[in-house]
């Protein structure tokens, strides 16, 4: 626990909200809303451990957490989406732990409650939005990497998460006040980065290949190395010839014919 504790970073954009929030004297609002967050990051800190991936450090941002990892991008799809959704699972519990006091009449007041109420279904709405790093996104893009090139997977989910920012800066659905355009800048930021290391992210999903043994069930004949899925074993069509993977992609890092 104290390691992974010592993982944890308040980004500096959390402090200024927080920081905002107390010297308004929303004392309550600062600790409900940060336990939501925690408790919430934790569901996915908890599934990761137990899928043995190696966690690199845990951000706190004002919209929610971001566990970043220090792991294969070869990971099983199922094991993912899994990890994806454990933090609403744990938030939806830790909630229901709250109801449960409420209702009972066990220390919680009816205006903490109200508050509780509030805050988690913001959090729980804005983390499904498909935004990149949102688990939403993160939902949509392993999704979309059963059915879809892995590099296309990554494009399309760079696409809808631009589509969506647009729609929810043009709705009416939000207070418009600097906690937003500390977040809409945060989530810019993120997405920018993500489109900008998408060949890097390809090239190290391929090196895995080639390095590792990934057994997959299911196999595709493809004709190039762009055609790759995250899920699937590839025979490639070189000339009517079929190279298996490991081998083309050997001839690709040492730039052989």
């Not at 900008?196 to 196999?219: H, V």
Request: charged content about 20%; hydrophobic content about 45%; overall charge positive.
């Amino acid at each position: 626990m104290k390691n992974i504790l010592n993982k944890v970073e308040f980004h500096y954009t959390f402090i200024v909200m927080i920081f905002g929030l107390v010297i308004t004297g929303h004392f309550v609002n600062t600790i409900i809303f940060t336990s939501l967050i925690i408790v919430h990051e934790m569901g996915h800190v908890i599934t990761f451990r137990l899928l043995k991936y190696d966690i690199d450090k845990i951000i706190i941002y004002p919209y929610g957490g971001l566990t970043k990892l220090n792991t294969k991008i070869n990971t099983r799809i199922e094991d993912d989406l899994f990890g994806a959704i454990s933090g609403i699972i744990m938030q939806c519990i830790y909630f229901g732990i709250i109801f449960f006091l409420y209702k009972n009449g066990i220390g919680i007041r009816e205006y903490t409650y109200n508050l509780f109420l509030l805050y988690h279904r913001s959090i729980l709405i804005f983390n499904l939005l498909p935004i990149y790093p949102l688990d939403g996104a993160k939902i949509i893009n392993l999704i979309l990497s059963k059915y879809f090139r892995f590099n296309i997977s990554n494009y399309i989910t760079v696409f809808i998460s631009l589509i969506v920012i647009i729609l929810f800066l043009l709705s009416n659905s939000y207070e418009r006040n600097y906690s937003t355009v500390l977040v809409v800048g945060i989530l810019l930021y993120n997405i920018y980065k993500f489109y900008n290391d998408i060949s890097y992210i390809y090239n190290r999903f391929m090196l895995e290949r080639y390095l590792y043994n990934f057994n997959y069930r299911k196999r595709k004949i493809i004709n190039n190395k762009d055609d790759m899925y995250k899920n699937r074993y590839h025979l490639f069509n070189i000339n009517g010839n079929l190279i298996n993977e490991k081998e083309y992609i050997k001839r690709f890092f040492e730039k052989r014919p």
